[in-house]
Nanobody, 118 residues
Framework: QVQLVESGGGLVQPGGSLRLSCAAS????????MGWYRQAPGKQRELVAT???????NYADSVKGRFSISRDNAKNTVYLQMNSLQPEDTAVYYC????????????WGQGTQVTVSS
């Protein structure tokens, strides 16, 4: 059984910063790409950023220059540093990981709420 546990969400004022963490645990042989997605009320889930095991990154245009994704392979953890947050960044943020155990599968965390408001 594999679990992804997110932490670090909360309420922040516009222009502020937050750092999200997501730790994978359980029966893991290898983790390929990891990433962050978000879903705002009434909208579809969208990609925020992804990172390969080797460190190659990809960002949504809306967060480029403001957000930074990183990972610690030894800890099976991915991070999302979010700076210059705006109200439109308000959403539930989900961690995603492509994990190999008995087979290769896609896993999701339970989500963490990020609210940007004055």
């Amino acid at each position: 059984q594999v679990q992804l546990v997110e932490s670090g969400g909360g309420l922040v004022q516009p222009g502020g910063s937050l750092r999200l963490s997501c730790a994978a645990s359980g029966s893991i042989f290898f983790i390929y790409a990891m990433g962050w997605y978000r879903q705002a009320p009434g909208k579809q889930r969208e990609l925020v950023a992804t990172i390969t095991r080797g460190g190659a990154t990809n960002y949504a245009d809306s967060v480029k220059g403001r957000f930074s994704i990183s990972r610690d392979n030894a800890k099976n953890t991915v991070y999302l540093q979010m700076n210059s947050l705006q109200p439109e960044d308000t959403a539930v943020y989900y961690c995603n990981a492509d994990i190999q155990y008995l087979r290769r599968s896609d896993y999701w965390g339970q989500g963490t709420q990020v609210t940007v408001s004055s």
